[in-house]
């Protein structure tokens, strides 16, 4: 696993890269990697994770990245999928915002023959801020998954998602949102949108907002 630890104040202007490169001999392989990012009080940082495999390669990847966002802090999370056509994907994003946190995630899933994100968000203190945002192209019989839940546990926090796929072939691709807003999370702001380019009368895409 990779350890991410921002102390407080510390503002980080290049990008920090954890590549994940599964480089097997050909035997079918699986990857249990993890991820752990604290970011302290009022620190900001930007975190990119690559997931990459062999095209002939048979693998199964079992990721799980969690962030911690104390207040004031900032995060951008970009996620690239590129594992190969034999490979299988199965991620979770687990993040924690402090009191006027802002936290982003976005999502590239461009290989795999079955990608899936579980993303679970909370709002643990007043005034933070979330924006999901996600695209997956995928053709032939492959398979693009998101099941995101956000929930604002806390008052005057707001979310956006905005999850785009492009679909070829017998390509099936899923959106799941959901948003729970807690009793007492007065001034939530919420908003949800799922945009799907069909290419072929076979392709098909289940968009379920909650």
Do not use: W
């Not at 034999?86 to 976005?106: K, M, N, P």
């Not at 709002?123 to 604002?152: K, N, P, Q, W």
């Not at 945009?195 to 379920?208: F, G």
Request: aromatic residues 4%.
């Amino acid at each position: 696993g990779a350890v991410v630890l921002l102390a407080p104040g510390t503002i980080l202007n290049e990008p920090i890269h954890v590549a994940h490169l599964f480089a097997g001999d050909g035997e079918p392989a699986v990857s249990y990697s993890r991820t752990l990012v604290v970011a302290g009080r009022g620190s900001e940082c930007r975190l990119v994770e690559t997931f990459t495999s062999s095209a002939a390669s048979a693998s199964l990847t079992n990721a799980v990245t969690e962030v911690v966002v104390e207040g004031n802090a900032v995060v951008d999370r970009y996620k690239l999928q590129q594992e190969g056509a034999s490979a299988l994907h199965v991620a979770t994003l687990a993040a924690r915002l402090g009191r006027d946190a802002r936290f982003a995630d976005h999502s590239l899933s461009f290989g795999a023959a079955l990608s899936r994100n579980d993303i679970d968000v909370r709002f643990e203190a007043e005034g933070g801020d979330c924006a999901l945002d996600g695209l997956f192209v995928v053709d032939g019989r492959r398979v693009a998954d998101t099941h995101s839940r956000i929930e604002h546990a806390q008052p005057h926090c707001s979310s956006r998602q905005l999850y785009k796929g492009v679909l070829d072939g017998q390509a099936r691709g899923v959106f799941n949102g959901l948003v729970v807003v807690r009793p007492g999370a007065q001034k939530t702001d919420a908003l949800q949108m799922n945009r799907n380019l069909l290419l072929s009368r076979e392709a098909l895409v289940h968009s379920t907002p909650q």
